[in-house]
Every structure is written in C-alpha cells, then in structure tokens.
C-alpha cells in the first residue's frame, strides 16, 4: 500500500505520513476506517514501529486521525480534507510555476530540462 | 543443574544402554555356556568378575572418555553455551553423568553377585583391586573423562587415564602387600585417604583451569594447562612417598633368626650376641650387648624395579652356637642361597668355614667338641667343629653307626637317625646323659646316678652346668603324680620338685644358669568375669619353680601381683636372670619385670620399646647376661637390667 | 537519567599475539535498536562472546542489565541470544528444545513460544537433526524471546536464510520492538535490509568502534557527488572517494552541511549530487 523510498532524503515517518494522505486522497482509506496497526505498518515496511509511532502521533496532532477505538487509528472526517490540501497547494504553486514559464516563453522540453536540473540541485 | 545431568544421561543413553544390556545379558549367558565343574551362581560369579576387572575398566572409559570429549567438542558447546549455566557447571554435569553412570553398573554388578565379594577365590593382586574397586573405578571414571576434555578425545584421555591409574596402583598395592604382611609400618588409612581427595580434587580444580582456559580463552593458557596437569599427577604422590617411607622403613626391620637361643653348655659363658636378619634387605648379622656387627649375609635389596614394588621378605633359618673358645658358631641357611657355617665374634667379625651347598637341615650338636650334622640329599652328616681356618672334615653318619643305619633305612625317620648318633657318639660326651633299659639308671660322661621310677626319654637328656658343674635333671614317676630329680656331679640323685620337669619342655636355663620352669601354662590367662554389671579382670599367673646358682628352691613363684597392676600385659612370660634374691621377667614383648623375692611386695616394671611392643605377634627378645637384645620394628635394641633401653 | 541496558568499557582481547579487541566502548540505551556493522574476522563474534559471559575479556568492564559478565553465566539469563550458527541437541524435537531450555529461564513463556511456533510454521514435532536451516533459524528466534529477555544479541540472523524465513525474522523482531522496552543488538550482513529498523550502527574496526552513526543520519544525510575534477585535491572531512579514474571521480558525502559546504567549493564545481544508498553508505564506512 504505501512504498518507501529507501533513497530519498525525506524521513521515513515523514514518508508514511505522505502514503497515507495519498491512500485517503486516492479513495483507498476512507474516513472511519482503521489506519493499519502499528505494528502491521511497521512489519509491511520492515521499519522500527516507534518510527511508524511517531508518523501516527504527529498525523493524530495534525488530526489526520480521531479518537481511537481502542488501539485503532480510525481516519477522521477531516483527513480528506487535509489530503487534498496538501496536494492541491503542490499542485497550485506548481500550476502557477508553469503557467509563468511557458508564457515567459520556454518551450516544454526546456522547462523539463530546467526541472530535472532544479531535481539535482534541490536534492 | 539436574537438568543438565538428565540431559547428559539422554546424550549418552544408547552406550550406557548397550553396556548395561550386556552386563546382564551376561548373566543367562554364563549359566548357558557354564562349564560342568562350576555350578550356576559360581559361574555368574566368574562372569561378573570379569567384568569387573576386565569389562567394566573398559567401558568406563568408553563413557567417560566419550562424555569428557563431548564437553570439549564444538557441538557440545555450541547447543549448551547459550544457556544461563556457567560454563563449568556444565562440564561438571557431564561429569556427574558420567560418574553416576559407572556407579550405577558397578551397582548392577555387585548386586548380580549377591552383595558380596568371593576375595579368597583371587589372587592378590585381583583381591586388592577388588577391595578398593570403588576407589580405582572412580579414579578411572573421573581422569578419563578429565583427560578426554581436555585432549578433546575419548580414545587419548581414556588410555592416559588408565596410564595414571597403573602409575598410581601400583604403589598402593605394594602397600597394601606390605600392610598384608602385617607390619603397619605407614598409616595406610591417611594415605588411602589424600590419595582419594586428592583425586577428586585435583579432577575438580583440573578441570576448573582447563575450563577457564579453553573455554573461556582466559589469558595464561600455557599456565593453566600446566597446573592443571600437575592436579592430575598430584595423587600419584602419596603412594609413591608411602612406599619410599616403607621401603626405607621396611629395610630397618630386623627379626631374629629362630631359634632365638644360643647353644652353649654353659649359657652363663656364652656371649651376648644375637643372630639378627633384615627380610626385607636379606641381611644378616651377629650382632652383640654393644652394637657390634659381624654380617653373614650382605644387603642385596637391589634386585630390581620388580622387587622395589613388590618386595618378597625371605626368611633365614639358622642357629647359634658358643664355642669352648668363646667364639660363636653360626648357622644360616636361606631358601634361595646355600647354607653357610661361619666362626668368629660379633666384634672381630665371622669367617666363613663351610659352604652347605645342598644342605637341608642342620643342627649344632654341643659337646666337649662341638659338631654339626648336616641333613644332606644323601644323608646325614657330621662334622666336628674346630677351632682356626681349616676346612671341616664331614662324614657320612651312616658310616659312622650300622644300628643307626639300620634304624634309618627301616624308616623310623630322620630324628631317630639324629638320636641315635646322638646316643651312640655323644653319650659318652659330657653334656648328655641317657637312661638305661632298666629304668633307674642315668648316665653321663662318666657319671652314673639311680633315679627311681625315671621317664625313659626317647632323646638324651641334656644336661645344665650349675654352679656346681653338670647337671642333669630327670622327670620321674612318683605314685600317681611326677617328681624331678635333681643328678649333680659327684653326687647322689635327689628329689628337686614335686611336679614334671624335663629340660627344654618346661625347664630352662636363663642366660645366667638359673633353672626355671612352670608345671602349668606359661602364659597369662585372662578372665573376664561380670560381677553385677562390673567386669573383673582375673590372671591366672603360671607357677614357676626356680633353682638358683647357689642351689636355692623357690617354688610356685607366682606373678599375679604384678600383672594385675601392668596394663596390656599379655604373652608368654620367662624368667632371664636371678641376682642376690631378686628375679626378672620377661612378660611377652611388654614388659621387663624385676621383683623380689617376695612376689607381693616391691617390684619394678620396665615397657619394651614401642616398635617391638605392639607390632610383633612373636617374642623377640633374647636375654644375655647383661640385659636383653631385641629384635625390633626399627632396628636392634638393648635394655639393661634397670630397664634403660637404647637402640643399637 | 542514564538507562543504559549495556555499558561496555575498554574491552580487551588478544588470542596469543593477535589483538581483537582493543580496548571496546560500546553502550547501549533502553529501546535502541544498534546494529554492529564489522567485516568478517573483526572481532564480532568475540565481542558478543564477552558480553554473552561464555569468553573472559583480557581486560575492561561490561554491564549488562546490572549484572556483569563474570563466568557464572547469569548474564545469560538477561539476554536472548541467536547465534550465527544455532544448534541443538539433535536427537530432541522442537517442543523437546524449548521444555529443556524452559528449565532454565524462570521468566519462560511456554505459550509465547508455541504461538511463535505456529507463526512461523514451525513443527514442534519435528526433529532437530532433520531441520533445514531455516527452521533452526525459526528454533533459535524462539528459544531466544521465549523468556522476554529485555536485551537480544542477534548474530546474523537472517544470514542464509530464504525470503519468507527472513521475513519471518524480521517481523518477529519487529514484534519484539512492538512490544516495548526491547533493546537489540544485532550484528547483519546485509545491514540495508534492517535499514528501517535500527536506531543507530556501530562501526567495527581495529578491534574498536570506529564510527557510530544514526540510521536516519545515514539514511537522510549521505549523499554521492560525481565530479570532475582537474588536478588531485585534499578531501575535506566527510567526503570519502568511491571509484573513477582519470578525472572523473565519484564520491561519497555525509551530512547535509559537508554537501553544501562541497557544492560551494570550486574545486568540485558542476557536480552530480545524488543520494547515496544505505547499503552503499555501509559500504563506505566499513571501507574507511
């Protein structure tokens, strides 16, 4: 359900929180569900559960997460909202971004080029 | 912990199984295949013999050699190190298994046999092992698995385990010979027993190092492995230094050569010597009053590493016999050397006169002349015994009187030959006196005296020289009862004692020429009676009869005075000196004894040394005129006649 | 508060003439997951040794849950160990193994270990001596958290096991963390499969520990730079040299400010930053 990316330079927990926005964003989790356990979370990814620990208290801080029922982490009624949040101001800045560039008049195969170069500096 | 010894007994359940399977699978097979001359239970017996002292040695190291290797293997350590045991305990629990294991068949063993162990059936060296089996099994058991552990293989440990069990048994079985022989000259308990300790602490504290140091890896590994060994090697010690202590102690014992009396017409002459042997030296010597020797026989202990284990005592038989020149004449003969006839002193040395080469016996035969006769293959022979260095001239008994041979060949046996050549060549000789056909008639060197009702003795009457000169003192028929006649020179029999008396049956002379004997026992008799609920001790002293130089008569002198108050005072009692009225005794090995002429008033008492007092079963002392020589544990001693002892 | 579950100092350990150790600092804090990294023949496997109580340390102290390694074995009650090569008495079963070892722990979960058996499919009825590799794998991880020891020591755990045997592992251990208070030390070669897991990694090296560095430090922070570069240069802390000749050269940077310190001097102008991967990075610092 949720990969990490082994590479990248973003903290795992950091990571986790993002797959499960992406899952509520794709309809995958939906509000009143369980998030999975932490100890499944943790076995599936093959990383230390106080890391997945952590992932879950901060997503719980930002209310990802209400009340549990028990030891579940249930999806609150706002998690969409914040999913989509999140992506819809990347993809706002990015709009912007590009919208920018091409009327300044790059072509599309130099405002790739420029991405991919700013992918390099910015890791 | 008990875990870990039930989990060795699972390791090690299949040998175990087979062994103990065929310890009793040997008990129908020995009952099958028994051969007809031994019954069933003799024949298990047999079979449960061998296994114990061929069988079971090899199976012990089997398992235990096998148990220790395992505990150095690395599988072993591999599947056992993770547990929370320490390291040393769990090589103990494979000890304890392997330990338990060969108790558990010796058990078996020794149940199949009835709890008891046939010793007489075994030869010596079989019935020593046996009586300390349990301690040679669990020495085998614990070096073998020791050595197994740490030459990390059971075939190495179990052969080098054996190798130290022989270097260690066969000092203690020397001992324990030596203790068989009945001279406890070492404490053979404490010796037995650090032996043991030291076994089972040197395999404790070995295999501790060898732990630390193999498995652990401590630092000091070289260290280690050598204290280790000495551990191991340690209880080798105490049977090698009892047995030195023995040897060295054994070479000290002296014995006399019996019989311990020197011949001599007149013992108040005779010198105070005493023919001495060393059994476990082969020495042998005169020795006198003052510490002089003269040797017969020469140390020859160096026979060999056979006979430093296992020395064979040899006993000399001999005699002594005085000179009329005041020389002794010695005899000795032992098993294994040809007889030798030697003549001097104890303090000028002796000189060999004859080579008896095949002698069997011999006798001194006293006389004006003394002579020897010798009992050869082919005879007897005689000899007279000269003064000076010649060679001594021996002839054939045989030739010498035809009724002796004819006595001889019609088998009236060898001391009828001797009394016979006695009688036909001495009997004239001063010093012998025989009885005539008639009865009454006793003559001797010239000298002839009626003794009405006199016991006709089958061998001459020796005679005594008393202060008077030679006498001769004849048993006779009296009524119903017996009388002694007292045949002095010159003069007329007469009656001495109302009792039996024949000299050397129950009449002697001390080395002073007092006469004494006893008409009953010699020895003390002890009783124990219980008087409600108190026991008294009674002595039943012997009565002695003693004639004095001076010709006093003191009779039924009786000594239960004294010995009611000598503690352990116990044996054969004799008389060795009587001096201006006061007499000495000598009470076994015990006790010197001088009391008056009262035999309840004053006395005193006199302890023999220790080392003849409590270890000899035979009386070793011989009287002299000056005081007494003893034969003892630990050399030769003297005691005066105030009782001062001193050793020689 | 100093909760240190290890404390180990000055470890030192020399067979005859060779030094192992020499002179060891390790410690380790309650919950930590620390993974030794070392090349074969380091000194690992002595290291484990002494502080499992089974070697003598030549010198140095070590204290483990408050007990000290001092040849009586106790220490091992505290700490589940999984050796690099789990054995068994071979004629016992599964069940055999764990009511034999449950003699000896007193805080034994006999049901605990009977759950991980069917976890792990593993057959108590079936006989050690005819267990494959993975199953004596799954024996030892059982035997070793049965008794909720509050420190594991794993030596290769997953070292020539299969996929699912190793997933087994690993989540097992993941488990154990889940419950809470466990601290693990746990030596791997193939340390980038645990990336995930551990808290910290510990270099080995030189009978000592080089290097001790946090998992998320080297799984955040370490990055491969290509450069070109025209004459040699001093390397700055921090940069190490991977591979490349002439004068194209790659290299490995740890730590985000060394990288922007790099990307600022000229002499490495133009490079190609990429991130460096965990296993790369393990790779690295066993080679330093």
């Known amino acids: 359900m949720i990969t990490l990316n082994q590479l990248s330079q973003v903290p795992i927990y950091d990571q986790i929180k993002l797959g499960l926005k992406g899952l509520v964003k794709k309809g995958l989790l939906k509000p009143g569900d369980a998030a999975p356990s932490i100890r499944k979370m943790a076995a599936d990814l093959k990383v230390n559960p106080n890391t997945v620990a952590r992932a879950y208290r901060e997503l719980t801080a930002e209310g990802f997460f209400e009340g549990s029922r028990g030891q579940e982490n249930i999806i609150s009624p706002r998690a969409c909202g914040l999913a989509e949040n999140a992506s819809r101001k990347v993809s706002e800045g990015l709009e912007a971004a590009l919208k920018g560039a091409l009327e300044s008049g790059f072509t599309w195969p130099e405002v790739e080029k420029m991405i991919a170069a700013l992918k390099r500096k910015l890791l | ?648 | 508060m100093n909760d240190h579950i290890l404390e180990a100092r000055g470890l030192k350990k020399a067979f005859g003439p060779k030094e192992v150790l020499k002179g060891l600092d390790l410690s380790a804090a309650r919950g930590e997951v620390v993974g030794i990294l070392g090349r074969n023949g380091s000194g690992k496997t002595t290291l484990f040794s002494i502080l499992l109580d089974l070697t003598a340390a030549d010198a140095g102290t070590a204290k483990i849950l408050g007990a000290r390694p001092d040849g009586s074995g106790r220490v091992r009650s505290l700490i589940g160990y999984v050796p690099e090569k789990p054995a068994f008495h071979g004629f016992m079963t599964a069940k055999q193994v764990l009511e034999f070892r449950a003699g000896f722990f007193p805080s034994w979960d006999m049901a605990k270990a009977l759950g991980l058996c069917r976890k792990l499919e593993l057959d108590p009825a079936s006989r050690v001596s005819a267990m494959s590799k993975g199953n004596l794998a799954k024996l030892a991880w059982i035997t070793a958290t049965a008794h909720n020891p509050e420190l594991l020591l794993l030596d290769e755990p997953t070292s020539g096991l299969d996929y699912l045997v190793r997933d087994h592992i690993l989540n097992g251990l993941i488990h154990e963390l889940t419950e809470g208070g466990k601290t693990i030390l746990v030596s791997n070669h193939r340390m980038g499969e645990m990336g995930g897991i551990l808290d910290r990694v510990c270099v080995l090296k030189d009978g000592v520990i080089a290097a001790s560095h946090a998992a998320a430090f080297l799984a955040e922070e370490a990055f491969r730079a290509a450069a070109r570069l025209e004459s040699p240069v001093a390397l700055p802390d921090g940069v190490v040299a991977l591979n490349g000749s002439g004068a194209l050269r790659e290299f490995a940077v740890f730590g985000r400010e060394r990288l922007e310190k790099l990307k600022l001097d000229p002499a490495f102008a133009g490079a190609e930053i990429s991130p460096l991967s965990l296993e790369d990075s393990f790779k690295v610092l066993l080679g330093e």
């Open chain 2, 1 to 648: 912990m008990k875990n870990l010894i039930i989990l060795q007994f699972r390791k090690s359940l299949l040998p175990f199984s087979v062994l103990a399977g065929a310890v009793l699978l040997s008990v129908p097979a020995a009952l099958l295949f028994r051969p007809d001359s031994l019954t069933g239970p003799e024949a298990v017996n047999i079979a449960m013999l061998f296994w114990a002292l061929a069988g079971l040695p090899l199976a012990i190291m089997a398992l235990a050699g096998a148990a220790g290797s395992d505990a150095s293997s690395d599988a072993a350590r591999a599947s056992e190190q993770p547990l929370p045991e320490s390291q040393y305990r769990q090589v103990l629990a494979g000890l304890a298994a392997a330990a338990a294991q060969t108790a558990l068949l010796i058990l078996a063993i020794y149940a199949i046999m009835g709890f008891s162990v046939p010793l007489d059936k075994l030869n010596f060296v079989n019935a020593h092992v046996a009586s300390h089996y349990f301690f040679y099994a669990a020495f085998l058991a614990l070096y073998a698995f020791t050595l197994s552990y740490a030459l990390r293989n059971a075939v190495a440990g179990g052969i080098a385990a054996a190798a130290l069990l022989a270097v260690t048994a066969v000092p203690l079985l020397s001992a324990s010979l030596f203790s068989g022989l009945m001279l406890d000259l070492v404490p053979m308990a404490f010796l037995n027993s650090l032996t043991g300790i030291l076994v089972l602490a040197g395999t404790l504290g070995a295999l501790s190092l060898l732990c630390r140091a193999y498995a652990r890896k401590e630092a000091g590994r070289a260290v280690k492995a050598l204290f280790a060994a000495l551990l191991l090697a340690a209880p080798a010690l105490p049977p090698f230094i009892g047995l030195a202590i023995l040897r060295g102690k054994s070479a000290e014992v002296t014995w006399p050569v019996f019989p311990l009396t020197i011949q001599a017409d007149a013992p108040q002459d005779a010198p105070g010597v005493m023919l001495v042997q060393k059994p476990f030296t082969g020495e042998v010597f005169l020795i006198d009053e003052e510490g002089r020797r003269a040797a017969v026989f020469p140390d020859d202990s160096a026979r060999g590493l056979p006979n430093y284990f296992f020395p064979v005592p040899a006993f000399v038989r001999g005699q002594t016999m005085a000179g009329p020149d005041g020389s002794v004449w010695v005899y000795a003969d032992r098993y294994d050397k040809p007889g030798v006839l030697m003549n001097g002193s104890a303090a000028g040395g002796l000189k060999l006169r004859a080579a008896m080469p095949d002698s069997w016996r011999a006798n001194f035969v006293r006389g004006k002349v003394p002579g020897i006769v010798e009992r050869r293959k082919d005879g007897y022979y005689y000899a007279q015994l000269t003064p000076g260095d010649g060679p001594l001239k021996w002839e054939n008994v045989k030739n010498i009187t035809g009724e002796a041979a004819k006595r001889w060949i019609t088998g009236t046996g060898a001391e009828a030959l001797l009394d016979a050549f006695l009688r036909s060549r001495l009997a004239e000789a001063p010093g012998v006196a025989v009885l005539a056909a008639d009865g009454r008639t006793v003559t001797a060197g010239g000298g002839k005296w009626t003794v009405p009702g006199a016991l006709g003795p089958k061998a001459p009457l020796i005679g005594l020289r008393l202060g008077d000169g030679m006498s001769y003192v004849v048993p006779a028929r009296e009524g119903k009862g017996y009388a002694a006649y007292l045949c002095p020179p010159g003069k007329a029999a007469r009656r001495l004692w109302g009792d039996y008396f024949r000299p050397g049956a129950n009449l002697w002379a001390a080395p002073d020429g007092t006469l004494w004997g006893y008409s009953r026992k010699s020895s003390i008799v002890l009783t124990v009676r219980k008087l409600s609920g108190a026991s008294k001790k009674e002595f039943d002293s012997p009565q002695f009869n003693i004639l004095t130089r001076e010709g006093k008569s003191i009779e039924s002198f009786r000594l239960d005075n004294v010995l009611r108050d000598l503690p352990e005072a116990e044996g054969d009692i004799a008389l060795v000196r009587e001096e201006k009225g006061e007499l000495w005794f000598t009470i076994g090995n015990g006790y010197l004894v001088k009391t008056g002429a009262n035999p309840n008033g004053p006395y005193s008492a006199w302890r023999f040394p220790e080392s003849v007092r409590e270890k000899y079963w035979r009386s070793t002392l011989l009287p002299t005129r000056n005081g007494i020589l003893i034969a003892a544990m630990d050399g030769v001693h003297f005691m005066d006649w105030e009782g001062k002892a001193k050793r020689l």
